[in-house]
């Protein structure tokens, strides 16, 4: 499915969001890439079980001083 | 004897313990190659001459009073430049870090310099190990040993072209999706991508965290088990790092692969990204070798290529964009094209679309995994052989689909060994893909592959400034 390509301003709305206050040259590379991370996004599976466990679990012993680790 | 810069780690160490050869020499000799071949190459970024020769000296003070501590006493050895060497110059190919100094070294170079490495330097990248090849970075890309016209792939450009042009037998890479095994692959050298978690990433400045691996590259596979056995291990310091055994691998290497089931990802190979008929017939001759050899192959079914890719992109896009943010939003015009091009996107990639391509990595990985169920390991090539060295349209990055990516996304271990010539000289590649851990079963099927076919015995041929 062809995706929309997104409207120039915005993009300039999302860029604001992220903080980048980009100077004029460096829009068309934006334009571009965003026009490939759409298409890349709209393939992610979505739907999934409310449970669904991301790829990532916090295992708070990693975290403590390297000499209060359990052996 | 053999020339020095054409021995392998296990070939001069084994010199070193009969005091057949000594550390300075051969320091002297990988130098003087350095100094004779580099400007066609642009392999290193930073040389520590002085630093070696002086550790080569003490290396060898050692050994003749109480014999070599390992294999990798006495070896000079590089290091990618965004492993952190304290005292010496890091800089990720960034003008982000020109003068960056660090002052304490990653895990790799405590490991390697306790068992008696020698560090050479530092070897060229891509900016921050991502975007390339670049000529508006620090310095320029490294070029391919086999054609300088040719590219060495990346991002462990240099590391790979140092290894294979005979510079210094020894090197640490890093792999984000593919980052060791392709320039191994073009550069017709042996690299693995360890299990993710096996060799500790504290120190190395990161490329996306929750996918990025450390790992060894050299001449055989059996110097990158030398070298595996050294940098693999638990450190309490990374928080990424696994509590497993490290086993010998290089006690590993038996020869034995009868009775291995190999799996091969048919549909990759033929419907998704289809190799060239050079590549596929260096592949299918490959998996002739192991059936001689008296492993079975069968075809095994992954998920697509294309949902790994989105999975992974997603993530390193957003994770890049968090290590970058505040350099893009304040000096944007530092970074290379190439690389503010890939990431500054990743601002723009929501909280819940990172957290869907999280949730994608799970599922993709169980797959992953549960096809192990039926095979010992799995074979695939690595990448097709390098073309030219020229500026690569931005937008290759999502059009591009490869065969390494998915083994960063699932975690698996991942050699990459040669496999043959193509016509016009450049090298073929074979990757082997392991279980989990398992690093010793791919090791092994690497080196009765290498020890089962002549690709070993030819090496870069080029000019030097004088005849070294």
Same mark, same amino acid.
């Given at each position: ?10 993009? &300039? $709305? ?33 739907? /999934?079980?409310?449970?669904? #466990? ?18 | ?58 290396? #060898? ?22 492993? #952190? ?17 660090? *002052?304490?070294?990653? *895990? ?83 690299? $693995? ?10 120190? &190395? ?6 996918? *990025? ?8 596979? #059996? ?26 691998? /290089? ?27 050079? &590549? ?68 723009? $990639? ?82 082997? !893909? ?31 400034? !004088?005849?070294?």
């Amino acid at each position: 499915m062809a995706l929309e390509p997104i409207d120039r301003e915005e993009l &300039v $709305i999302l860029a604001k969001n992220a903080g980048l206050n980009l100077p004029e040259e460096y829009f068309p590379d934006l334009v571009d890439a965003y026009g490939h991370v759409q298409e890349m996004l709209a393939r992610l599976h979505r739907g /999934r079980a409310r449970g669904d #466990e991301p790829a990532h679990v916090f295992v708070p012993k990693t975290f403590l001083p390297a000499g209060e680790q359990p052996a | 004897m053999m020339d020095p810069n054409f021995l392998t780690i296990a070939e001069a160490s084994d010199l070193i313990a009969q005091r057949k050869l000594s550390p300075v020499e051969l320091t002297e000799a990988c130098l003087k190659r350095l100094d004779n071949v580099d400007d066609q190459l642009n392999s290193f970024i930073t040389v520590t001459g002085e630093r070696a020769l002086e550790e080569a000296g003490a290396a #060898e003070a050692e050994i003749m009073r109480s014999g070599p501590r390992g294999a990798m006493h006495g070896i000079p050895f590089c290091l990618k430049d965004i492993y #952190e060497t304290a005292g010496v110059r890091t800089t990720g190919q960034s003008r982000l870090l020109a003068d960056n100094v660090p *002052d304490t070294d990653c *895990d790799a170079q405590e490991r390697l310099g306790r068992a008696g490495g020698v560090l050479m330097g530092k070897t060229t990248t891509w900016e921050f190990a991502h975007g390339g090849p670049s000529w508006d970075v620090v310095a320029p890309p490294a070029r391919n040993p086999w054609n300088t016209d040719h590219h060495p792939a990346g991002s462990s450009s240099g590391s790979g072209a140092a290894v294979a042009a005979g510079i210094c037998p020894a090197t640490m890479g890093t792999d984000t999706g593919g980052s060791i095994r392709l320039p191994s692959a073009v550069c017709g050298i042996a690299g $693995i991508k360890p299990t993710y978690g096996r060799v500790s990433r504290r120190g &190395v400045l990161p490329n996306c965290f929750s996918h *990025d691996y450390c790992g060894p590259m050299a001449w055989t596979t #059996e110097d990158v088990a030398i070298l595996l056995g050294i940098v693999a291990g638990h450190d309490p310091r990374d928080p990424s790092s696994a509590r497993e055994p490290v086993p010998d691998y /290089r006690a590993a290497l038996s020869g034995e692969v009868a009775g291995l089931t190999i799996g091969v990802p048919y549909r990759w190979l033929e419907e998704e990204a289809p190799a060239s008929a050079e &590549v596929r017939a260096a592949f299918d001759a490959s998996l002739d070798v192991f059936r001689s050899l008296g492993a079975r192959i069968r075809s095994v079914e992954l998920p697509p290529l294309e949902q790994f890719d989105d999975a992974k992109k997603t993530i390193a896009m957003s994770e890049l964009f968090t290590i970058h943010e505040k350099d893009l939003r304040t000096r944007p015009h530092l970074f290379g094209a190439s690389l503010r091009y890939r990431i500054i996107c990743g601002g723009l $990639i929501r909280a819940e679309d990172y957290i869907q391509a999280m949730r994608m990595r799970l599922v993709l990985a169980q797959e992953v995994q549960a096809a192990f169920g039926q095979v010992d390991l799995i074979m695939l090539p690595t990448a097709e052989p390098a073309g030219k060295l020229e500026t690569t349209p931005h937008n290759w990055l999502f059009k591009h689909k490869g065969w390494t990516t998915a083994f960063n996304v699932s975690g698996n271990p991942a050699l990459s060994v040669c496999n043959g010539f193509a016509t016009n000289g450049m090298p073929l590649s074979l990757q082997i !893909v392991g279980r989990l851990f398992d690093e010793a079963t791919v090791l092994r099927a690497g080196d009765a592959y290498e020890k089962s076919t002549p690709w070993r015995d030819r090496r870069p041929v080029l000019s030097a400034k !004088v005849d070294a």
